[in-house]
């Protein structure tokens, strides 16, 4: 019987508990040895465990039981045959390959061997497809990693268009796992090279590279940061980058542990390859990765707590719409190997909290992070309680708050336990944003300090206590309102399932607070008695919600969050309609469902009233042109 590796002592310090940070930096952290690239992380892993198994795919939800897994050596020899073959087909080390699947064994293997080769770029393959080609034309991709044909019509389809794209030289395919029956034929494109990720990984010897190691300052991959509105921007991370952050993750003896991590996040996101792609490979530790659609796999999710007892699952991470889902999934099996669930991306809900807890008596364990820091800067501990904090800083990285000059714009200390803008330095601070074919970080890094745009204080221990993030502040005549204040009072409403606060246009303040809700199933309560509950356990008057609106689910990004630009375009839409319909006569909406400029038809006798009904707004909208 093959037993999981323990760490040795010697190559790791003492990382148990906050006490531990100040004497783990006494010695540098370019002093511990790291692998030089994830490759050669990859490579480390094989020498020490060849025959151990290091990742695991569900196929399916109804085939959970029966994954496809990869040894160690396995992966190793794996993740070689496809870089030898990037590197035949004339891919370098400063070409980026766009990687637009789903989660599969061979997604994961081609963007390993992608950044052995040349440079990763994670495509969220949901995006529209117009956001997808101004990504594909930001970082030149020359060669795509994409969903094969048996994904589906639809996807293949898009597949076929980007190929006519004139920078795009070579289409490697992959195909689901666990298909038995002969690969379709591919089709012939002029100038383009298409062919299965198999049969050009098979041609390929897999103990040996033909294309040079990257050095820890060459870019390794190309994260978009999951923008909402517009191109989404896109974050160069360095080998070191990535090297470092698995490292700081794998030392916490809170990950440590013999049993496997559960994967279910998606590629595109930083925190699936970190978290659970590549820490792991430093400490031996198996991965269990989730059916391709991941965490939104609704039958999946039904299954999870049989897939933890099945393959003694130890650690997780998710969001906390993730969490949520799962309290209402009821335990049917032992979920006693389950310690770390860790949860960030988004700011923690206290009621999902303390439903999670309630439900499964296993504490979430928050962090903090940001694709710009590669992924996570603030991480918590088992059963050290710090009421408030969301996590002590990681070793080597710094976090402090600082006060932002109203004429200056200097950046200016604050002292220790200080609200204010939050910024972090270390190793993990990326390369910068890929603008125009360069890597630049701008304003956002000033002396090797990341503006992480959040606001919040550090305590001497270096925990974090987030007070509001920049970006979602409902700003209500000057006063500054953190959404997950009305939030977290919504939440605590029996009937209440989930919510998301957001602002709406108002003339005389800017914009109010409502906020949109899924309620349970057979509920008694009214959207008038939750915004009665709210204004009772809201102690700031102006954060009360103005609306309580109640939809059937929360708009969500492909990893989870809350898709809150949704949400706000809805509620300038709603109050649009509501000034339209005491208008005497013919107007209405009749822009689409996420337009980012609200379009009206109206008659023309009625547009001056319809004008002096919204020129006071801040949201965009236009008359359409009537033919």
């Given amino acids: 019987m093959i037993t999981a590796p323990t760490p040795s002592a010697a190559l790791?310090?003492?990382?148990?508990?906050p006490a531990d940070v100040p004497a783990i930096e006494q010695i540098p952290l370019e002093s511990r040895g790291l692998p030089s690239s994830t490759y050669a992380l990859v490579e480390r892993a094989a020498e020490k465990w060849p025959y151990i198994p290091a990742v695991s795919f569900l196929p399916a939800a109804q085939a959970w039981n029966t994954p496809i897994t990869l040894t160690f050596g396995g992966l190793r020899a794996r993740v070689t045959q496809v870089a030898n073959a990037m590197s035949r087909l004339g891919i370098t080390r400063t070409d980026a390959i766009g990687i637009l699947t789903p989660n599969t064994s061979e997604s994961f293997i081609a963007l390993l061997a992608s950044e052995a080769v040349g440079i990763a770029s994670p495509i969220n393959p949901t995006l529209a497809p117009e956001r997808i080609l101004a990504m594909l034309m930001s970082t030149g991709a020359r060669a795509l990693v994409v969903a094969g044909p048996e994904f589906g019509p639809q996807v293949w389809a898009g597949v076929m268009g980007l190929a006519g794209l004139p920078q795009v030289k070579q289409l490697i395919v992959v195909r689901p796992d666990g298909i038995a029956s002969a690969a379709p034929e591919l089709p012939t494109v002029p100038g383009v090279t298409i062919a299965y990720l198999k049969d050009l990984a098979d041609a390929e010897d897999a103990a040996s590279a033909v294309f040079e190691a990257?050095?820890?300052?060459?870019?390794?991959?190309?994260?978009?940061?999951?923008?909402?509105?517009?191109?989404?921007?896109?974050?160069?991370?360095?080998?070191?980058?990535?090297?470092?952050?698995?490292?700081?993750?794998?030392?916490?003896?809170?990950?440590?542990?013999?049993?496997?991590?559960?994967?279910g996040l998606p590629l595109f996101h930083v925190n699936a390859l970190l978290v659970t792609g590549l820490a792991p490979l430093f400490i031996g530790r198996r991965s269990i990765w989730a059916p391709p659609l991941g965490y939104r796999d609704r039958e999946m999710l039904g299954r999870f707590w049989k897939i933890v007892e099945h393959y003694r699952i130890s650690g997780m991470s998710a969001v906390p719409t993730v969490y949520g889902a799962l309290t209402q999934v009821p335990v049917d099996a032992d979920i006693s190997t389950l310690r770390i669930p860790a949860v960030g991306a988004a700011p923690l809900p206290a009621a999902v909290r303390a439903g999670f807890a309630k439900h499964t008596g296993i504490e979430l364990l928050e962090g903090y992070g940001l694709t710009e820091a590669t992924c996570v800067s603030a991480l918590s501990f088992p059963g050290v309680?710090?009421?408030?904090?969301?996590?002590?800083?990681?070793?080597?990285?710094?976090?402090?708050?600082?006060?932002?000059?109203?004429?200056?714009?200097?950046?200016?200390?604050?002292?220790?336990?200080?609200?204010?803008?939050?910024?972090?330095?270390?190793?993990?601070?990326?390369?910068?944003?890929?603008r125009e074919g360069v890597v630049t970080r701008g304003e956002l890094v000033r002396d090797g300090w990341l503006d992480t745009g959040d606001i919040g204080r550090v305590d001497q221990e270096g925990f974090v206590y987030l007070q509001g993030r920049?970006?979602?502040?409902?700003?209500?005549?000057?006063?500054?309102?953190?959404?997950?204040?009305?939030?977290?009072?919504?939440?605590?409403?029996?009937?209440?399932?989930?919510?998301?606060?957001?602002?709406?246009?108002?003339?005389?303040?800017g914009e109010v607070p409502v906020v949109y809700v899924v309620l349970r199933q057979g509920h008694k309560a009214t959207t008038d008695d939750i915004r009665e509950w709210a204004h009772q356990h809201i102690s700031e008057p102006a954060a009360a919600p103005k609306d309580v609106i109640e939809i059937d689910e929360l708009p969500l990004t492909e990893v989870g969050k809350v898709y809150k630009v949704a949400l706000s375009q809805d509620a300038a839409r709603r109050l649009v309609a509501q000034h339209l319909s005491e208008i005497d006569g013919d107007a209405e909406i009749t822009s689409g469902e996420r337009a980012p400029s609200i379009a009206i038809t109206a008659a023309p006798e009625v547009r001056a009233k319809v004008s002096a009904a919204l020129d006071g707004y801040t949201f965009a909208w236009h008359f359409e042109a009537v033919s």
């Avoid at 790791?12 to 508990?17: D, E, F, H, S």
């Avoid at 904090?389 to 714009?409: C, M």
């Avoid at 700003?475 to 309102?481: E, K, P, Q, S, V």
Wanted: hydrophobic share 40%.
């Fill in 214 to 263: 990257p050095a820890p300052t060459d870019i390794a991959a190309y994260f978009h940061t999951g923008g909402t509105t517009g191109v989404p921007k896109i974050a160069a991370h360095t080998h070191g980058n990535q090297v470092s952050m698995a490292w700081m993750l794998a030392a916490s003896e809170s990950l440590n542990s013999t049993d496997p991590l559960f994967a």
């Fill in 12 to 17: 790791w310090p003492r990382y148990r508990g």
């Fill in 470 to 509: 920049l970006k979602d502040l409902i700003i209500r005549g000057g006063h500054n309102i953190d959404p997950a204040i009305v939030e977290e009072a919504v939440l605590s409403h029996p009937d209440v399932v989930a919510a998301a606060a957001v602002g709406r246009p108002d003339l005389h303040s």
């Fill in 385 to 434: 309680d710090r009421p408030g904090a969301i996590g002590q800083r990681l070793p080597y990285q710094q976090v402090k708050a600082v006060l932002v000059d109203a004429e200056s714009g200097e950046w200016i200390d604050l002292p220790v336990g200080e609200p204010g803008l939050l910024v972090v330095s270390g190793p993990t601070v990326f390369a910068g944003y890929l």
